[in-house]
Nanobody, 124 residues
Framework: QVQLVESGGGLVQAGGSLRLSCVAS????????MGWFRQAPGKGREFVAG????????NYADSVKGRFTISRDNAKNTVYLQMNSLKPEDTAVYSC?????????????????WGQGTQVTVSS
């Protein structure tokens, strides 16, 4: 069993920044790719970013590329999402995905484990 716990969400003005964290436990964290997804009110879950076991390569949704950065610290069993230049349309519940796969093509295949989510609200 894999457990994921996110933190770092909150309320921020447009143009501001937030750093999300996801701490994993239960299995070997470093053996799998990890990813971030988000779900806005009334919308389905959307892929945001993925990262390989070793931290490279990474993959981003076009909507966040150049603004968000995913990283990981395997010694701390933690994956991060640095979010800069935030926009109101970034408002969503952000969830961490565990035991994923980052393919050679660059696409991310979601694993079976999810965190509880953390709310990010960007005001205009």
């Amino acid at each position: 069993q894999v457990q994921l716990v996110e933190s770092g969400g909150g309320l921020v003005q447009a143009g501001g920044s937030l750093r999300l964290s996801c701490v994993a436990s239960g299995r070997t964290f470093s053996s799998y790719a990890m990813g971030w997804f988000r779900q806005a009110p009334g919308k389905g879950r959307e892929f945001v970013a993925g990262i390989s076991r070793r931290g490279y390569p990474t993959n981003y949704a076009d909507s966040v590329k150049g603004r968000f950065t995913i990283s990981r610290d395997n010694a701390k069993n933690t994956v991060y999402l640095q979010m800069n230049s935030l926009k109101p349309e970034d408002t969503a519940v952000y969830s961490c995905n565990g035991n994923g796969v980052l393919y050679e093509s660059g696409s991310y295949g979601a694993g079976d484990y999810w965190g509880q989510g953390t709310q990010v609200t960007v005001s205009s």
